[in-house]
């Protein structure tokens, strides 16, 4: 096991090398940069003036010494500091790392908390007029984009109803507009493999020794679901930890999905690139967590070099 976790960690190397190289060739060519973000709204500004801020930023440099020299400090621990604030990159992301890590907890709670029952419900019911009702909620949930499905509960929750801020330090708004997408896409798969477990062989034989369905489904058919709950975890915790872009700038919710997007914005390129390390690390340490989690689950899981 543990050259199997040694192997899955040597490959975040080449990725992010790969992806920050090809991010920070991407904003080189962007319109613009952070300086002149940074003098915009100052009017007229002599370019010499602006050649000096970029020299002292190091934008002067060409790109592959620039690239070089922010890879240089990675792997020294310095991220750098930001172009806008000048304050340490490390330092704003500690900041923001709270807000996002409290909405994602909230989010996921609420999304097991609904879409467990929901999609036991479906596949116990199935082609009954609760399934129909299930299905079809859970399909419209996972048609609509985040950024409608947070209009709408602004609209309802907030200025008809008057029973949440729109915006301000409340989780409840922005985890519920991410609860609907992701509990509409849990309860889908849930209602699948627990209709696809309730066919197997075991079940039917349970069923003729008289077994309750409530045993059948607690002692057995759950277990097996966990296997595809941890997965649908694993990608949504990925996604939750990089900060849910639209809903937090929405919601103006302070994590670092809306820090990516105002650095994306001014041009901050330390925290753009930041950002991107913290997305790589966090997919490839939640899909390793994920891996072990299915040994751990089911024991017919090999990894990578096992013997079958």
Not at 94 to 99: G, H, I, S, T
Not at 152 to 159: G, M, P, R
Request: hydrophobic share 55%; net charge positive.
């Amino acid at each position: 096991m543990r050259k199997y976790i040694f192997s899955r960690l040597i490959q975040l190397v080449p990725i992010l090398f790969g992806i920050t190289f090809f991010t920070f060739a991407m904003m080189q060519f962007a319109a613009g940069d952070a300086v002149d973000i940074i003098y915009e709204q100052s009017g007229s500004v002599a370019e010499e003036i602006k050649a000096a801020r970029r020299a002292e930023l190091g934008l002067d440099k060409p790109f592959l010494v620039q690239y070089g020299n922010w890879l240089k400090g990675i792997l020294t621990g310095d991220l750098g500091r930001s172009f806008i604030s000048g304050k340490l990159v490390f330092e704003t992301f500690a900041e923001k790392l709270p807000a996002t890590f409290e909405l994602m907890f909230v989010s996921i709670l609420l999304t097991i908390f609904f879409a467990t029952p929901l999609g036991i419900l479906a596949a116990v019911n199935q082609n009954r007029p609760l399934d129909y009702l299930i299905r079809t909620l859970s399909f419209v949930g996972n048609s609509l984009p985040n950024f409608f499905v947070g209009l709408l509960l602004i609209y309802f929750l907030a200025l008809k109803l008057k029973l949440l801020p729109i915006i301000g330090q409340n989780v409840i708004m922005p985890a519920l507009t991410l609860t609907i997408a992701m509990g509409a896409k849990y309860t889908r798969q849930i209602r699948a493999v627990v209709l696809e477990e309730l066919n197997k062989p075991y079940v039917v034989g349970a069923r003729s020794r008289g077994v309750s369905e409530f045993t059948i489904l607690t002692k057995s058919v759950l277990r097996s679901t966990l296997i595809v709950i941890i997965t649908l975890l694993a990608l949504s915790t990925g996604s939750l930890l990089g900060g849910t872009a639209i809903v937090e700038t929405i919601f103006m919710w302070d994590g670092v999905g809306k820090m990516a997007v105002d650095a994306i914005l001014m041009r901050d390129y330390p925290l753009i690139q930041a950002y991107v390390v913290w997305m790589a690390i966090i997919y490839v340490v939640i899909n390793l967590l994920a891996d072990l989690l299915y040994r751990w689950l089911d024991p017919r899981v090999k990894y990578g070099g096992d013997s079958a």
